[in-house]
Each structure stands twice: as structure tokens, then as C-alpha cells.
């Protein structure tokens, strides 16, 4: 069981179980946003639409191609200064800071360039084996999926 079953996120995925921190403390409205999408069913069945080798795993699109979000507002950016590393969970935008929306994506390894330009919302403490299952490709051919995605709290 997680410290904080508010705070954690259960992802389902084609190649198995991954469990995520999530870290209010860094990205309060992230954070927010993550559980209510997992809260909503939003990410059920939704693709990772790019993977890219020793970089990392994307998803959240409803559209599978990276181009589309929620219904919900675009957030505004909460960057900070935990570092893009192994696991780190990550929200995915535009080339304008203020864009993220539903698409995040996965740390595979050390990705420091991404630091404070794009907003750290959690971490992969459980199930990190299972990311670097997921099939690569730019677009992915045959895709894995996020089986389902919850929130451990809602959990019975």
C-alpha cells in the first residue's frame, strides 16, 4: 500500500502494472488535473503514441497521434526544479509553456535538458520494468495501451 492513496496513481498498461508518486508539493494543478482525468475514466484504453528508445514513453492523447487533450482547460506552467531523471513523470505540451493539458509522458533515463521547461508531477515507484516494455516508434506501430488508470484512493 502507498503512503498516501490520494497521491498515487495505478496505471494499468498492456505490459503490466505501474504505480506513480504524485508530487502536489512540485505541481499542485498537475497534479490536480492527473487524478481528475483518472478520476474521470479519461485515460482508459488511450495509446502510447510516442516512445522513444532511452528517452521516454508518451501518452494521453484521446486521438493516439499527439495532437489532442482534454475537454478541461490548458493548465499553466508549474515548472520546478526536481530533475528529469529514470521514472520521473512529466506533463507533455506545446512549444508554448502554458499548453499542457491530458498528454504526459515517462522518463526511460537521465533527460536533464528537459528540467524547468516542462512540469515534474510524480514519479514511477513501482512497475518501471513494465515502461520499458512498452513498444517504441515515432508513430508506435500497434501500440500499448493504458489498460486503466486510477486514482489508489478509488480503489476498493
Known amino acids: 500500500m502507498a503512503a498516501d492513496p490520494e497521491n498515487t496513481i495505478v496505471m494499468e498498461t498492456t505490459q503490466g502494472r505501474v504505480v ?88 526511460f533515463d537521465n533527460a536533464k535538458f528537459l528540467d524547468r521547461q516542462y512540469t515534474v508531477w510524480g514519479k514511477v515507484v513501482e512497475g518501471m520494468e513494465n515502461v520499458d516494455k512498452i513498444k517504441r516508434g515515432e508513430p508506435v506501430v500497434n501500440p500499448d495501451k493504458i489498460v486503466s488508470m486510477r486514482v489508489q484512493a478509488d480503489i476498493a
Open 20 to 107: 506513480i508518486e504524485l508530487r502536489p508539493d512540485l505541481a499542485p494543478q498537475h497534479v490536480e488535473r492527473i487524478k481528475l482525468l483518472a478520476r474521470e475514466k479519461f485515460y482508459d484504453g488511450i495509446v502510447f503514441h510516442r516512445v522513444i528508445d532511452g528517452f521516454m514513453a508518451q501518452a494521453g492523447c484521446p486521438d493516439g497521434r499527439g495532437t489532442g487533450g482534454s475537454k478541461h482547460p490548458n493548465l499553466p506552467a508549474e515548472f520546478n526544479d526536481e530533475s528529469h531523471v529514470r521514472g520521473i513523470c512529466s506533463m507533455a505540451r506545446s512549444s508554448m509553456p502554458n499548453s499542457a493539458n491530458s498528454q504526459f509522458f515517462i522518463v
